[in-house]
């Protein structure tokens, strides 16, 4: 468009726009006349962010925006560019726009701009269900941003929001898991709405539970994402990840009539219970000091109440995962372990905890004051 124009143009779009911002086109006017491209930039991103911008979007950035594209920070007019792209009529259409948007900033001094644009591009291709092709875009994207010193948190925010969506679209739950918390790391909680808090909660608490990589729910359990699940239909879901941390199979057997409600965790029932059973394993031995680690076969299905005759297989599988490190006894059916894996203790667990503290000080005061009453004299107190 000629730049003659585009005061004209502006003045129409002032007349179409809702009565209560159309007061920011003279702004935009104000800004473009005196080129103060920053100013300008700025104001139109809040134009953008307003819902009844929504008609406007796209002949304003196609008309106004990439009169004076270059001459903007890259980054800020692919924020524009995905705004506008938001009410192209399919994602079809979308999919065109974005690409030509990703080739516009592919230049060496914005390659955070085209990171983020190609992102949107994966994130269209994977509604369109190209996977392959998404995969590959990310794949390039997750390069460029390994060469960074820095980049804007937005842009790593958005790689790993559209990676997550990939992975659960493959139902790989452990990289949905990592890359969900990494997004999770990167935005404001309060940035997204309730249903999308609770639909994300929702989502990493059954991969936590399904992946057969993933035994420590820690940093799940400690987000503020998981109280969104609170009073709501999907709260069984929390507790359940709460019994799993705590290997509490009477809790489980509660709450295994919900798992029906989800088609993946009903298909994995079997491998839920194995899990809980190696979490309850963990935890019997965890709140056991560590001089009385040595425990009978009849003693872990007592205290676990697993049943006797898969103690055995079960010791062997949390050897194996790295769960417990020990020895395992076959014929006398002793099991003793010398280590178990950390993980985030609920307050039930930190008071059995500060109670093991206190014995273990009563006892080193009691062996004190035994040595300062055989030593005597040759005791220096």
Known sequence: MDLDTIPNFLAEQRDDAPADIQHLFMSFEDFWERRV?????????????????????????????????????QLK????????????????????????LAEKVNKPSSQDAFVYATVAVASVKLQLQDYESARKDLDSAERILDSFDSVETVVHASFYRVNADYYHSKLEFASYYKNALLYLACIDLGSLTPQDRESRAYDLSVAALISDSIYNFGELLLHPILDALMDTPHAWLRDLLFAFNRGDLAAYDVLAGNISKNKLLDEHKLFLYQKISLSALTETVFRRPPHDRAMTFATISDETKVQSNEIEHLIMKALSLGLLRGTIDQVAEIAKINWVQPKVLDPEQIDNMRGRLREWDSSVNQLGNWIEGVGKDVWAA
């Open 37 to 73: 491209w920053h100013q300008l930039t700025d104001v139109l991103v809040e134009y953008f962010n307003f819902p009844e911008s929504g008609p406007q979007r796209i002949p304003l950035y196609k008309t106004f925006v990439l009169s004076f594209a270059e001459k903007i920070n």
């Open 77 to 100: 007019l692919v924020t524009l560019g995905l705004n506008a792209a938001t009410q192209c009529r399919d994602d079809q259409e979308r999919l065109t726009f974005l690409r030509s």
